[in-house]
């Protein structure tokens, strides 16, 4: 049965079946993120707000909120112990951040 399904849609018989032709993938955006602001300079990780801390390349409203959760930081190095980031984010994130 499967062959013959193939068979009428490679012979074009798409036109004499259209629930069996094949259909554009459509693609549903569900989350759109507004443009995002550049950051200028070193964000302080102690006193930075959720929403600039989402700013940052590859922070989400989650990273962000245990970002804060974990304060106060000594040195950069101390967002290890944030779960979710490790040492390939940390080293995206250092030119962005400061103590």
Do not use: K
């Given at each position: 049965m499967v062959l013959w399904l193939l068979a009428v849609l490679l012979a074009g018989g798409?036109?004499?079946y259209p629930k069996l032709a094949p259909r554009p993938?459509?693609?549903e955006v569900l989350?759109?993120?507004?443009?995002?602001?550049e950051v200028t300079g070193p964000l302080s990780l102690n006193q930075a707000s959720l929403e600039e801390l989402?700013?940052?390349?590859?922070?989400?409203p989650t990273l962000a909120r245990r970002i804060v959760e974990?304060?106060?930081?000594?040195?950069?190095e101390d967002l290890l112990r944030v779960?979710?980031?490790g040492p390939a984010t940390l080293e995206r994130l250092r030119p962005y951040v400061r103590p």
């Open positions: 798409a036109a004499l993938l459509e693609v989350y759109r993120r507004e443009a995002q602001e989402e700013r940052l390349p590859g922070i989400g974990n304060r106060p930081y000594q040195r950069v779960r979710g980031i």
